[in-house]
Protein backbone atom coordinates (compact mmCIF):
# COMPACT_ATOMS: atom_id res chain seq x y z
CA UNK A 1 0.00 0.00 0.00
CA UNK A 2 1.12 3.47 -0.91
CA UNK A 3 1.82 5.99 1.91
CA UNK A 4 1.77 9.58 1.45
CA UNK A 5 4.61 12.17 2.25
CA UNK A 6 5.26 15.65 2.35
CA UNK A 7 7.25 18.28 3.81
CA UNK A 8 7.72 22.07 3.45
CA UNK A 9 10.35 23.39 1.62
CA UNK A 10 9.92 26.34 -0.07
CA UNK A 11 13.20 27.45 -0.82
CA UNK A 12 13.86 23.98 -2.50
CA UNK A 13 14.61 23.28 -6.44
CA UNK A 14 14.68 19.44 -5.66
CA UNK A 15 13.82 17.06 -2.92
CA UNK A 16 13.82 13.26 -2.61
CA UNK A 17 12.76 10.94 -0.17
CA UNK A 18 15.26 8.50 1.23
CA UNK A 19 13.40 5.38 2.17
CA UNK A 20 14.85 2.86 4.57
CA UNK A 21 16.33 2.49 7.38
CA UNK A 22 19.99 2.38 5.46
CA UNK A 23 18.44 4.69 2.80
CA UNK A 24 18.47 2.47 -0.17
CA UNK A 25 16.09 3.77 -2.09
CA UNK A 26 15.32 7.21 -3.22
CA UNK A 27 11.86 8.90 -4.75
CA UNK A 28 11.84 12.04 -6.11
CA UNK A 29 9.11 14.65 -4.98
CA UNK A 30 7.20 16.70 -6.81
CA UNK A 31 6.18 20.68 -5.90
CA UNK A 32 2.53 20.65 -4.95
CA UNK A 33 2.31 24.46 -4.54
CA UNK A 34 2.77 26.81 -1.54
CA UNK A 35 6.62 25.39 -0.76
CA UNK A 36 5.28 21.91 -0.25
CA UNK A 37 6.32 18.57 -2.01
CA UNK A 38 4.69 15.28 -1.89
CA UNK A 39 4.96 11.75 -3.18
CA UNK A 40 3.55 8.40 -2.49
CA UNK A 41 5.06 5.80 -2.55
CA UNK A 42 5.89 1.99 -0.46
CA UNK A 43 7.01 2.82 3.23
CA UNK A 44 9.03 -0.54 3.07
CA UNK A 45 10.19 -0.96 6.71
CA UNK A 46 8.35 2.34 7.75
CA UNK A 47 11.90 4.53 7.93
CA UNK A 48 12.18 7.53 5.87
CA UNK A 49 14.00 10.88 5.68
CA UNK A 50 13.88 13.89 3.02
CA UNK A 51 17.20 15.48 1.26
CA UNK A 52 16.85 18.70 -0.49
CA UNK A 53 18.97 19.65 -3.33
CA UNK A 54 21.03 16.72 -3.32
CA UNK A 55 22.39 17.20 0.26
CA UNK A 56 22.30 14.80 3.27
CA UNK A 57 19.15 13.12 4.49
CA UNK A 58 17.37 14.62 7.07
CA UNK A 59 14.12 13.59 9.47
CA UNK A 60 10.80 15.10 8.86
CA UNK A 61 10.14 17.68 10.83
CA UNK A 62 6.61 16.76 11.64
CA UNK A 63 7.75 13.01 11.99
CA UNK A 64 6.13 10.79 14.90
CA UNK A 65 8.52 8.96 16.00
CA UNK A 66 12.51 8.86 15.81
CA UNK A 67 13.61 5.40 17.05
CA UNK A 68 17.24 5.62 15.96
CA UNK A 69 17.40 9.14 17.75
CA UNK A 70 17.16 12.61 16.48
CA UNK A 71 19.79 12.63 13.65
CA UNK A 72 18.55 9.10 11.92
CA UNK A 73 15.70 8.33 9.67
CA UNK A 74 11.83 9.02 10.87
CA UNK A 75 9.45 6.12 11.02
CA UNK A 76 6.30 5.84 9.93
CA UNK A 77 3.38 6.04 12.48
CA UNK A 78 -0.15 4.91 12.39
CA UNK A 79 -1.88 6.49 15.89
CA UNK A 80 -5.20 4.89 14.50
CA UNK A 81 -4.17 1.35 15.60
CA UNK A 82 -4.27 1.77 19.51
CA UNK A 83 -7.50 0.57 20.77
CA UNK A 84 -8.39 3.24 23.55
CA UNK A 85 -10.65 2.37 26.43
CA UNK A 86 -11.59 6.56 27.03
CA UNK A 87 -14.64 6.79 25.36
CA UNK A 88 -16.15 8.08 28.17
CA UNK A 89 -13.59 10.57 29.61
CA UNK A 90 -15.20 14.21 29.18
CA UNK A 91 -11.79 15.92 30.19
CA UNK A 92 -11.33 18.19 33.77
CA UNK A 93 -12.28 21.90 33.78
CA UNK A 94 -9.21 24.12 35.19
CA UNK A 95 -11.56 25.62 37.87
CA UNK A 96 -11.47 23.65 40.67
CA UNK A 97 -8.70 21.42 39.62
CA UNK A 98 -5.34 20.60 41.12
CA UNK A 99 -2.49 19.94 39.38
CA UNK A 100 1.02 17.54 39.41
CA UNK A 101 3.96 18.48 37.26
CA UNK A 102 5.69 14.92 36.79
CA UNK A 103 9.03 14.07 34.62
CA UNK A 104 9.04 10.93 32.89
CA UNK A 105 12.67 9.89 33.07
CA UNK A 106 12.80 10.49 36.90
CA UNK A 107 9.83 9.84 38.16
CA UNK A 108 10.52 6.18 38.44
CA UNK A 109 14.04 3.97 37.71
CA UNK A 110 12.96 2.62 34.65
CA UNK A 111 12.30 6.26 33.38
CA UNK A 112 9.34 4.86 30.91
CA UNK A 113 5.31 5.94 30.59
CA UNK A 114 4.70 1.65 30.92
CA UNK A 115 6.79 2.18 34.56
CA UNK A 116 4.58 5.25 35.74
CA UNK A 117 1.34 3.70 35.15
CA UNK A 118 2.23 1.69 38.05
CA UNK A 119 1.86 5.17 40.34
CA UNK A 120 -1.29 6.51 38.72
CA UNK A 121 -3.31 5.10 41.65
CA UNK A 122 -0.96 7.03 44.27
CA UNK A 123 -1.86 10.15 42.56
CA UNK A 124 -5.48 9.02 42.31
CA UNK A 125 -5.30 8.89 46.03
CA UNK A 126 -3.72 11.95 46.70
CA UNK A 127 -6.59 13.37 45.16
CA UNK A 128 -5.29 15.84 42.13
CA UNK A 129 -6.94 16.27 38.89
CA UNK A 130 -4.95 17.04 36.38
CA UNK A 131 -0.97 15.37 35.69
CA UNK A 132 1.32 17.79 33.62
CA UNK A 133 3.80 16.10 31.70
CA UNK A 134 7.01 18.28 31.25
CA UNK A 135 8.19 17.90 27.20
CA UNK A 136 8.37 14.57 25.80
CA UNK A 137 9.37 15.84 22.14
CA UNK A 138 12.03 13.91 21.15
CA UNK A 139 15.81 15.53 22.03
CA UNK A 140 19.29 14.22 22.00
CA UNK A 141 20.48 11.41 24.28
CA UNK A 142 18.61 9.58 26.56
CA UNK A 143 18.05 11.63 29.44
CA UNK A 144 17.67 15.56 29.62
CA UNK A 145 14.24 17.88 31.04
CA UNK A 146 13.28 18.25 27.35
CA UNK A 147 12.85 21.61 26.83
CA UNK A 148 16.08 21.08 23.99
CA UNK A 149 13.68 19.09 22.02
CA UNK A 150 14.10 19.08 18.16
CA UNK A 151 11.65 16.59 17.31
CA UNK A 152 8.44 18.65 18.04
CA UNK A 153 6.15 16.09 16.71
CA UNK A 154 7.55 12.85 18.04
CA UNK A 155 7.72 11.37 21.62
CA UNK A 156 10.84 10.15 23.15
CA UNK A 157 11.84 7.09 22.37
CA UNK A 158 13.58 5.69 25.75
CA UNK A 159 10.37 6.73 27.25
CA UNK A 160 8.17 4.41 25.33
CA UNK A 161 7.96 6.37 21.89
CA UNK A 162 4.12 6.76 20.64
CA UNK A 163 2.69 3.96 21.74
CA UNK A 164 4.39 4.77 25.80
CA UNK A 165 2.17 8.02 25.50
CA UNK A 166 -0.85 6.67 24.09
CA UNK A 167 -1.13 3.96 26.98
CA UNK A 168 0.01 6.22 29.38
CA UNK A 169 -3.35 8.89 28.77
CA UNK A 170 -5.25 6.28 28.80
CA UNK A 171 -4.64 4.68 31.70
CA UNK A 172 -4.71 8.16 33.35
CA UNK A 173 -8.16 8.69 32.32
CA UNK A 174 -9.27 5.36 33.55
CA UNK A 175 -7.89 6.90 37.30
CA UNK A 176 -9.91 9.44 36.57
CA UNK A 177 -6.90 11.94 35.59
CA UNK A 178 -6.41 14.45 33.10
CA UNK A 179 -3.10 14.89 31.03
CA UNK A 180 -1.71 17.91 30.13
CA UNK A 181 1.49 18.41 28.43
CA UNK A 182 3.98 20.67 29.06
CA UNK A 183 5.02 21.97 24.72
CA UNK A 184 8.09 24.05 23.87
CA UNK A 185 7.49 26.84 21.48
CA UNK A 186 9.66 29.32 21.77
CA UNK A 187 13.13 27.66 20.74
CA UNK A 188 14.28 24.52 19.76
CA UNK A 189 17.99 22.88 21.23
CA UNK A 190 20.93 23.09 20.09
CA UNK A 191 21.80 19.52 18.91
CA UNK A 192 19.71 18.07 15.95
CA UNK A 193 17.29 21.15 15.02
CA UNK A 194 17.25 20.87 10.99
CA UNK A 195 14.58 22.99 10.96
CA UNK A 196 16.75 25.89 9.24
CA UNK A 197 17.31 23.91 6.49
CA UNK A 198 13.90 23.55 5.27
CA UNK A 199 12.76 26.81 5.73
CA UNK A 200 12.12 30.17 7.28
CA UNK A 201 10.89 28.84 10.51
CA UNK A 202 13.68 31.43 12.22
CA UNK A 203 14.46 35.40 12.24
CA UNK A 204 17.11 37.91 13.51
CA UNK A 205 14.88 39.95 13.46
CA UNK A 206 13.97 39.01 17.41
CA UNK A 207 16.48 37.34 19.62
CA UNK A 208 15.27 35.13 22.55
CA UNK A 209 17.69 33.98 25.62
CA UNK A 210 18.65 30.79 23.55
CA UNK A 211 19.15 32.86 20.41
CA UNK A 212 17.50 34.12 17.07
CA UNK A 213 13.87 33.76 17.62
CA UNK A 214 10.85 31.76 15.89
CA UNK A 215 9.57 33.41 12.83
CA UNK A 216 6.12 34.46 13.45
CA UNK A 217 5.53 37.56 11.65
CA UNK A 218 8.09 37.23 8.86
CA UNK A 219 7.98 36.13 5.06
CA UNK A 220 6.72 32.67 4.97
CA UNK A 221 5.32 32.76 8.79
CA UNK A 222 2.31 31.38 7.72
CA UNK A 223 3.29 28.25 7.23
CA UNK A 224 5.30 28.46 10.48
CA UNK A 225 2.76 29.23 12.62
CA UNK A 226 0.50 26.77 11.09
CA UNK A 227 3.57 24.21 11.92
CA UNK A 228 2.72 25.12 15.94
CA UNK A 229 -1.10 24.98 15.17
CA UNK A 230 -0.99 21.47 13.70
CA UNK A 231 1.43 20.13 16.34
CA UNK A 232 -1.39 21.13 18.83
CA UNK A 233 -3.85 19.83 17.55
CA UNK A 234 -2.01 16.60 16.63
CA UNK A 235 -0.95 16.30 20.59
CA UNK A 236 -4.87 16.89 21.76
CA UNK A 237 -6.13 14.83 19.04
CA UNK A 238 -3.91 11.83 18.48
CA UNK A 239 -3.42 11.46 21.77
CA UNK A 240 -6.09 12.48 23.71
CA UNK A 241 -4.36 14.94 25.76
CA UNK A 242 -6.81 16.97 27.87
CA UNK A 243 -4.38 20.45 27.54
CA UNK A 244 -1.03 21.90 26.76
CA UNK A 245 1.22 23.94 28.46
CA UNK A 246 3.19 26.69 26.61
CA UNK A 247 6.51 27.39 27.63
CA UNK A 248 7.81 30.52 28.26
CA UNK A 249 5.90 32.26 25.91
CA UNK A 250 6.90 35.91 26.57
CA UNK A 251 9.53 34.61 24.29
CA UNK A 252 6.87 34.18 21.01
CA UNK A 253 7.81 37.61 19.49
CA UNK A 254 4.59 38.22 17.18
CA UNK A 255 3.69 41.60 15.41
CA UNK A 256 0.63 40.09 13.85
CA UNK A 257 -2.27 41.71 14.87
CA UNK A 258 -3.72 37.99 15.83
CA UNK A 259 -1.38 36.74 18.22
CA UNK A 260 0.02 32.80 17.58
CA UNK A 261 -1.17 32.46 21.32
CA UNK A 262 -4.77 33.52 20.17
CA UNK A 263 -4.60 30.87 17.22
CA UNK A 264 -3.54 28.26 19.70
CA UNK A 265 -6.40 29.24 21.95
CA UNK A 266 -9.04 28.97 18.55
CA UNK A 267 -7.37 25.50 17.98
CA UNK A 268 -7.78 24.15 21.65
CA UNK A 269 -11.21 24.93 21.46
CA UNK A 270 -12.23 23.61 17.78
CA UNK A 271 -10.83 20.50 18.96
CA UNK A 272 -13.03 20.65 22.43
CA UNK A 273 -15.81 21.27 20.77
CA UNK A 274 -15.25 18.52 17.50
CA UNK A 275 -14.27 15.79 20.59
CA UNK A 276 -16.59 16.58 23.16
CA UNK A 277 -13.90 16.62 25.20
CA UNK A 278 -12.81 19.31 27.28
CA UNK A 279 -9.33 21.21 26.90
CA UNK A 280 -7.34 24.07 28.46
CA UNK A 281 -4.34 25.30 27.18
CA UNK A 282 -2.42 27.33 29.59
CA UNK A 283 0.98 29.23 29.23
CA UNK A 284 3.77 30.18 31.33
CA UNK A 285 4.55 33.77 30.67
CA UNK A 286 7.01 36.11 32.62
CA UNK A 287 5.06 39.54 31.66
CA UNK A 288 2.86 39.55 34.86
CA UNK A 289 0.12 40.35 32.28
CA UNK A 290 -3.62 39.35 33.00
CA UNK A 291 -4.33 39.56 29.28
CA UNK A 292 -2.92 36.17 28.54
CA UNK A 293 -6.12 34.55 30.31
CA UNK A 294 -8.30 37.53 29.82
CA UNK A 295 -11.84 36.57 27.40
CA UNK A 296 -11.29 37.10 23.98
CA UNK A 297 -13.62 39.44 22.87
CA UNK A 298 -15.16 40.57 19.80
CA UNK A 299 -13.81 42.57 17.28
CA UNK A 300 -10.45 42.07 18.56
CA UNK A 301 -11.25 43.16 22.10
CA UNK A 302 -9.98 41.51 25.37
CA UNK A 303 -7.10 39.22 26.16
CA UNK A 304 -5.41 36.35 24.53
CA UNK A 305 -8.26 33.69 25.67
CA UNK A 306 -5.83 31.05 27.31
CA UNK A 307 -7.31 29.09 29.96
CA UNK A 308 -4.71 29.54 32.57
CA UNK A 309 -1.01 30.81 33.28
CA UNK A 310 1.34 29.91 35.77
CA UNK A 311 2.13 33.13 38.48
CA UNK A 312 5.36 32.67 39.85
CA UNK A 313 5.48 35.42 41.98
CA UNK A 314 3.52 33.48 44.19
CA UNK A 315 6.03 30.88 44.62
CA UNK A 316 8.45 33.98 44.78
CA UNK A 317 6.79 35.29 47.37
CA UNK A 318 6.31 31.71 49.63
CA UNK A 319 9.68 30.75 48.78
CA UNK A 320 11.10 33.95 50.76
CA UNK A 321 9.27 33.96 53.39
CA UNK A 322 9.85 29.80 53.84
CA UNK A 323 13.47 29.92 53.44
CA UNK A 324 14.76 33.62 53.83
CA UNK A 325 16.56 33.35 51.00
CA UNK A 326 16.48 36.35 49.01
CA UNK A 327 19.27 36.72 46.44
CA UNK A 328 18.46 37.98 43.16
CA UNK A 329 15.42 38.09 41.93
CA UNK A 330 13.97 36.74 45.29
CA UNK A 331 15.08 40.41 46.45
CA UNK A 332 11.88 41.99 45.56
CA UNK A 333 9.77 39.60 47.64
CA UNK A 334 11.46 40.38 51.03
CA UNK A 335 9.12 43.09 51.35
CA UNK A 336 6.74 41.85 54.18
CA UNK A 337 3.50 42.78 52.07
CA UNK A 338 4.84 40.03 49.19
CA UNK A 339 3.17 37.31 50.91
CA UNK A 340 -0.10 38.91 52.55
CA UNK A 341 -0.54 40.54 48.57
CA UNK A 342 -0.07 37.41 46.80
CA UNK A 343 -2.09 35.44 48.97
CA UNK A 344 -4.80 37.84 49.46
CA UNK A 345 -5.36 40.01 46.60
CA UNK A 346 -2.96 39.35 43.18
CA UNK A 347 -1.25 36.65 42.18
CA UNK A 348 1.33 39.43 40.60
CA UNK A 349 3.31 40.95 43.85
CA UNK A 350 4.63 43.12 40.54
CA UNK A 351 1.46 44.66 38.85
CA UNK A 352 3.17 48.08 38.24
CA UNK A 353 5.04 48.18 40.62
CA UNK A 354 8.93 49.14 40.33
CA UNK A 355 11.20 45.48 39.78
CA UNK A 356 14.38 45.77 40.78
CA UNK A 357 15.63 42.57 39.26
CA UNK A 358 14.25 44.25 36.02
CA UNK A 359 14.99 47.66 36.95
CA UNK A 360 11.93 49.11 35.88
CA UNK A 361 8.24 48.43 36.08
CA UNK A 362 6.83 45.64 35.87
CA UNK A 363 3.28 44.11 35.61
CA UNK A 364 -0.54 44.73 35.59
CA UNK A 365 -3.43 44.50 38.09
CA UNK A 366 -5.47 42.38 37.74
CA UNK A 367 -8.92 42.23 37.87
CA UNK A 368 -10.91 40.20 39.76
CA UNK A 369 -14.18 40.33 38.22
CA UNK A 370 -12.60 39.77 34.82
CA UNK A 371 -10.16 37.26 35.31
CA UNK A 372 -10.52 35.09 38.82
CA UNK A 373 -7.98 33.81 40.86
CA UNK A 374 -8.49 30.06 39.38
CA UNK A 375 -7.05 31.19 36.07
CA UNK A 376 -3.60 31.35 37.57
CA UNK A 377 -1.39 28.01 38.18
CA UNK A 378 0.82 28.45 41.61
CA UNK A 379 3.07 26.76 42.79
CA UNK A 380 5.37 25.63 45.54
CA UNK A 381 7.76 24.06 44.06
CA UNK A 382 8.65 23.32 39.95
CA UNK A 383 11.21 21.72 38.10
CA UNK A 384 12.41 25.11 37.30
CA UNK A 385 12.52 26.37 40.68
CA UNK A 386 14.17 23.59 42.30
CA UNK A 387 16.68 22.56 39.22
CA UNK A 388 17.66 25.92 38.55
CA UNK A 389 19.43 25.66 42.15
CA UNK A 390 23.31 24.68 42.27
CA UNK A 391 22.48 21.47 43.78
CA UNK A 392 18.49 21.12 43.11
CA UNK A 393 17.43 21.14 47.12
CA UNK A 394 13.70 20.31 47.39
CA UNK A 395 11.81 23.02 49.93
CA UNK A 396 11.87 20.60 52.42
CA UNK A 397 15.47 20.48 52.78
CA UNK A 398 15.44 23.88 52.78
CA UNK A 399 13.51 25.17 54.78
CA UNK A 400 12.57 21.61 57.19
CA UNK A 401 9.49 19.82 57.03
CA UNK A 402 7.31 22.17 59.24
CA UNK A 403 7.83 24.92 57.19
CA UNK A 404 6.97 22.60 53.84
CA UNK A 405 4.32 21.87 55.25
CA UNK A 406 3.23 25.49 55.85
CA UNK A 407 4.29 26.26 52.63
CA UNK A 408 1.48 23.22 50.83
CA UNK A 409 -1.59 24.55 53.49
CA UNK A 410 -0.91 28.17 52.09
CA UNK A 411 -1.01 27.29 48.29
CA UNK A 412 -3.74 24.72 48.93
CA UNK A 413 -5.85 26.95 50.60
CA UNK A 414 -5.22 29.85 48.43
CA UNK A 415 -7.84 31.00 45.87
CA UNK A 416 -5.29 29.80 42.23
CA UNK A 417 -5.16 26.84 41.12
CA UNK A 418 -2.29 24.89 42.89
CA UNK A 419 0.77 22.61 41.06
CA UNK A 420 2.70 20.28 42.92
CA UNK A 421 5.92 19.49 41.60
CA UNK A 422 6.41 15.51 42.10
CA UNK A 423 7.93 14.15 45.07
CA UNK A 424 6.77 16.95 47.33
CA UNK A 425 3.96 15.58 48.53
CA UNK A 426 5.94 12.87 50.35
CA UNK A 427 9.12 15.65 51.07
CA UNK A 428 10.87 13.54 48.73
CA UNK A 429 14.39 13.11 49.87
CA UNK A 430 16.14 13.24 46.17
CA UNK A 431 17.36 16.43 44.55
CA UNK A 432 16.06 17.13 41.53
CA UNK A 433 19.10 18.58 39.54
CA UNK A 434 20.04 19.65 35.65
CA UNK A 435 20.88 16.96 33.58
CA UNK A 436 21.75 16.71 30.03
CA UNK A 437 23.04 13.55 27.89
CA UNK A 438 24.58 15.68 24.50
CA UNK A 439 27.00 13.66 22.38
CA UNK A 440 28.89 16.58 21.27
CA UNK A 441 31.30 16.77 23.63
CA UNK A 442 31.76 20.59 23.20
CA UNK A 443 28.53 21.48 23.43
CA UNK A 444 28.26 19.23 26.95
CA UNK A 445 31.37 21.33 28.22
CA UNK A 446 29.92 24.63 27.10
CA UNK A 447 26.76 24.01 29.26
CA UNK A 448 29.36 23.05 32.56
CA UNK A 449 30.67 25.74 32.19
CA UNK A 450 28.16 28.28 32.02
CA UNK A 451 25.69 26.82 34.81
CA UNK A 452 28.96 27.15 37.19
CA UNK A 453 29.13 31.01 35.93
CA UNK A 454 25.72 31.36 36.63
CA UNK A 455 25.51 29.69 39.50
CA UNK A 456 28.64 31.76 41.01
CA UNK A 457 26.56 34.50 40.36
CA UNK A 458 24.06 33.18 43.32
CA UNK A 459 27.09 32.28 45.80
CA UNK A 460 26.41 28.71 44.65
CA UNK A 461 29.61 27.97 42.98
CA UNK A 462 30.60 24.93 44.85
CA UNK A 463 29.59 21.21 44.10
CA UNK A 464 27.39 22.28 41.01
CA UNK A 465 26.31 18.20 39.87
CA UNK A 466 27.49 18.02 36.21
CA UNK A 467 24.71 17.77 34.00
CA UNK A 468 26.19 15.23 31.95
CA UNK A 469 26.81 12.37 34.53
CA UNK A 470 24.36 9.96 34.45
CA UNK A 471 24.49 9.93 38.66
CA UNK A 472 23.05 13.25 38.12
CA UNK A 473 20.12 11.81 36.81
CA UNK A 474 20.02 8.57 39.34
CA UNK A 475 20.26 11.04 42.42
CA UNK A 476 17.04 13.15 40.77
CA UNK A 477 15.02 9.85 40.76
CA UNK A 478 12.66 9.48 42.91
CA UNK A 479 12.60 6.64 45.61
CA UNK A 480 9.37 5.51 46.25
CA UNK A 481 10.24 3.25 49.19
CA UNK A 482 10.29 6.31 50.72
CA UNK A 483 6.57 6.95 50.87
CA UNK A 484 5.36 4.94 53.85
CA UNK A 485 8.57 5.53 56.04
CA UNK A 486 8.71 8.01 59.08
CA UNK A 487 7.78 12.16 58.33
CA UNK A 488 7.27 11.43 54.30
CA UNK A 489 4.59 9.40 55.01
CA UNK A 490 3.29 12.19 57.70
CA UNK A 491 3.85 15.09 54.74
CA UNK A 492 1.89 12.66 52.27
CA UNK A 493 -0.79 12.68 54.95
CA UNK A 494 -1.07 16.06 55.47
CA UNK A 495 -1.08 16.65 51.56
CA UNK A 496 -4.26 14.32 51.26
CA UNK A 497 -5.68 15.93 54.05
CA UNK A 498 -5.50 19.29 52.66
CA UNK A 499 -6.06 18.19 49.24
CA UNK A 500 -9.72 16.33 50.59
CA UNK A 501 -10.64 19.83 52.84
CA UNK A 502 -10.06 21.84 49.57
CA UNK A 503 -12.62 19.85 47.79
CA UNK A 504 -15.23 19.63 50.60
CA UNK A 505 -15.39 23.28 52.08
CA UNK A 506 -16.91 25.28 49.50
CA UNK A 507 -14.86 28.53 51.03
CA UNK A 508 -11.63 26.80 49.50
CA UNK A 509 -13.56 25.77 46.51
CA UNK A 510 -14.56 29.04 45.36
CA UNK A 511 -12.36 31.55 46.99
CA UNK A 512 -11.82 34.57 44.71
CA UNK A 513 -9.34 37.19 45.13
CA UNK A 514 -9.52 40.30 47.31
CA UNK A 515 -12.57 38.37 49.08
CA UNK A 516 -9.91 36.84 51.84
CA UNK A 517 -7.91 38.43 54.44
CA UNK A 518 -4.21 38.00 55.60
CA UNK A 519 -2.61 39.46 58.34
CA UNK A 520 0.54 38.87 59.76
CA UNK A 521 2.77 40.06 62.82
CA UNK A 522 6.49 39.10 63.11
CA UNK A 523 6.14 34.67 62.41
CA UNK A 524 2.48 34.55 62.52
CA UNK A 525 -0.20 34.69 59.65
CA UNK A 526 -3.89 34.56 59.69
CA UNK A 527 -5.64 33.69 56.29
CA UNK A 528 -9.25 33.74 56.14
CA UNK A 529 -11.09 32.88 53.64
CA UNK A 530 -14.96 32.45 54.87
CA UNK A 531 -15.51 30.59 57.57
CA UNK A 532 -12.03 28.93 57.20
CA UNK A 533 -8.99 29.54 59.02
CA UNK A 534 -5.53 28.60 58.37
CA UNK A 535 -2.96 29.64 61.46
CA UNK A 536 0.74 29.16 60.55
CA UNK A 537 3.83 30.02 63.06
CA UNK A 538 6.57 30.19 61.04
CA UNK A 539 9.71 31.15 63.52
CA UNK A 540 11.58 29.27 66.21
CA UNK A 541 9.31 30.47 68.99
CA UNK A 542 5.79 29.41 69.75
CA UNK A 543 2.87 31.56 69.70
CA UNK A 544 -0.60 32.58 69.98
CA UNK A 545 -3.72 33.61 68.42
CA UNK A 546 -7.01 34.22 69.15
CA UNK A 547 -9.72 32.91 66.71
CA UNK A 548 -13.97 32.93 67.83
CA UNK A 549 -14.52 31.42 70.77
CA UNK A 550 -16.35 28.34 68.43
CA UNK A 551 -14.12 27.89 66.10
CA UNK A 552 -13.56 24.00 65.43
CA UNK A 553 -9.52 22.54 65.14
CA UNK A 554 -10.04 20.59 61.52
CA UNK A 555 -6.48 19.87 60.87
CA UNK A 556 -2.78 20.38 62.01
CA UNK A 557 0.66 19.85 61.29
CA UNK A 558 3.35 20.08 64.23
CA UNK A 559 2.21 21.48 67.67
CA UNK A 560 -1.26 23.27 67.18
CA UNK A 561 -3.82 23.67 70.09
CA UNK A 562 -7.01 24.86 70.81
CA UNK A 563 -8.45 26.27 73.82
CA UNK A 564 -10.86 28.63 74.70
CA UNK A 565 -10.72 30.94 71.61
CA UNK A 566 -6.60 30.69 71.60
CA UNK A 567 -5.20 28.76 69.48
CA UNK A 568 -0.92 27.65 70.59
CA UNK A 569 1.25 27.31 67.60
CA UNK A 570 4.70 25.91 68.24
CA UNK A 571 7.54 26.52 65.85
CA UNK A 572 6.83 25.83 62.15
CA UNK A 573 3.37 25.07 62.96
CA UNK A 574 0.27 25.24 61.07
CA UNK A 575 -3.70 24.52 61.38
CA UNK A 576 -6.99 24.86 59.45
CA UNK A 577 -10.21 26.02 61.52
CA UNK A 578 -13.50 26.72 61.08
CA UNK A 579 -14.74 29.42 62.54
CA UNK A 580 -17.02 32.45 61.49
CA UNK A 581 -15.77 35.84 60.47
CA UNK A 582 -14.77 38.12 63.43
CA UNK A 583 -15.15 41.60 63.20
CA UNK A 584 -12.70 44.15 64.82
CA UNK A 585 -9.00 43.58 64.92
CA UNK A 586 -6.49 40.39 64.71
CA UNK A 587 -5.06 39.88 68.35
CA UNK A 588 -1.70 38.11 67.85
CA UNK A 589 0.80 37.72 70.77
CA UNK A 590 4.16 36.12 70.80
CA UNK A 591 4.77 34.21 74.07
CA UNK A 592 8.67 34.03 75.34
Excluded at 103 to 124: C, K, S, Y
Excluded at 447 to 462: D, K
Excluded at 524 to 532: N, Q, T
Aim: aromatic share 8%.
Amino acid sequence: MLHPYTVWAPAAERVELVLGAQGDRVEPMREVGGGWWRVDAEPGDGRYAFALDGGAAMPDPRGMRQPDGVHAPTAVVDTGTFAWTDDDWAGTPLKGSVAYELHIGTFTVEGTFDAAIAHLQHLADLGVDVIELMPVASFPGRSGWGYDGVGLYSVHEPYGGPDGLHRFVDAAHAHGLAVWLDVVYNHFGPDGNYLPRYGPYFTERHQTPWGVAVNLDGPGSDEVRAYFGDNLRQWLSEYHLDGLRLDAVHALHDDEAVHLLEELAQVTAEVGAATGVLRVLVAESDRNDPATVAPRGPGGAGGMGLDGQWADDIHHALHVALTGEAQGYYADFADPQALTKVLGHSPFFHDGTFSSFRGRRHGRPVEASVTPGWRFVASLQTHDQIGNRAAGERLSQLAGIGRAAIGATLLLTSPYTPMLFMGEEFAASTPWQYFTDHQEEALAESIREGRQAEFAEHGWAANVPDPQDPGTVEASTLDWSEVHQGEHEQMLDWYRTLIRLRRQLPDLRSSALGEGSVARVDDLLLVRRGEVNVLANLGDAPGTLSVAPDAELLAFFGEVSLRDGDVQLGPSSVGLLLAPPPTGTIPVVITD
